[in-house]
């Protein structure tokens, strides 16, 4: 089946200490989307890739940078991750993003939950 | 300014009895709306999609939700639910003016009484 998946699914840190996340699609989708979740709280949009584009988010902090080395494949970098940064990390497809489209409908990955001690 | 305004944090029903979560946007015209379903620990699944046509649109899950232009409305609905229905619904619409993004509302968190 075609599917977003997310690895790991959780993922413990140590305060300020770099960490990675990883997506990958098998949908064959031009946009990568990385969101931020915290608890009770609606998805927060970080940036999106279309194709190798990168749009960043006005108010995300700069602590958060992302790679998209090819199609399938996206990464959420956290440089220094702080006690804040520990939320529901989710990945999200869609096969474009342009016009009043179904093309835009989102399809989400199941998460990683990043802890920060 | 766009939003999306789902006005209850939390909905507690009994289990059988019917469900009815609501949605309001703020928008001109109409936009791509959305219910996604968040188990606890787990990521978003879609439930239904409305974009045009039928006002009265079927989802996975025996859900449904109804779009009402008259009221910027996008209500969901299930007629009997199950304990494995407790979860957070979250509503959500792609503007003209948002950019193509999603615009999500608060989500609601739904309990049920056994």
């Known amino acids: 089946d075609a599917m977003v998946i997310q690895n790991p699914r959780y993922q413990v840190t140590q305060f300020g200490k770099p960490v990675t996340l990883s997506c990958s699609q098998t949908?064959?989708?031009?946009?990568m989307y990385w969101y931020q979740q915290k608890s009770s709280q609606a998805p927060k949009l970080l940036f999106h890739y279309y194709d190798k584009d990168f749009n960043n988010e006005a108010d995300t902090p700069d602590n958060f940078q992302s790679r998209r080395p090819n199609t399938s494949f996206c990464f959420l970098d956290i440089r220094s991750p702080g006690l804040g940064d520990a939320a529901m990390y989710l990945c999200?497809?869609?096969?474009?993003?342009?016009?009043?489209?179904?093309?835009?409908?989102?399809?989400f990955g199941p998460g990683t939950r990043l802890t920060v001690l | 300014a766009q939003s999306v305004t789902q006005p209850d944090i939390h909905i507690t029903v009994s289990e059988g009895a019917s469900l009815e979560l609501r949605c309001n946007y703020s928008?001109?015209?109409?936009?791509?709306l959305f219910w996604y379903v968040q188990s606890p620990g787990q990521g978003l699944q879609l439930l239904l999609k409305y974009f045009s046509g039928d006002t009265l649109v079927q989802g996975i899950k025996g859900f449904e939700a109804e779009f009402k232009r008259s009221q910027s409305s996008f209500n969901l609905r299930k007629p009997s639910v199950h304990w494995s229905d407790a979860a957070e619904y979250f509503c959500a619409a792609i503007l003209m003016d948002s950019n193509y993004q999603l615009i999500w509302g608060a989500g609601t968190k739904l309990i049920i009484k056994p």
């Open positions: 949908l064959n989708h031009n946009v």
């Open positions: 999200a497809t869609s096969r474009d993003n342009v016009g009043y489209s179904s093309y835009n409908e989102q399809f």
């Open positions: 928008y001109g015209a109409t936009p791509y």
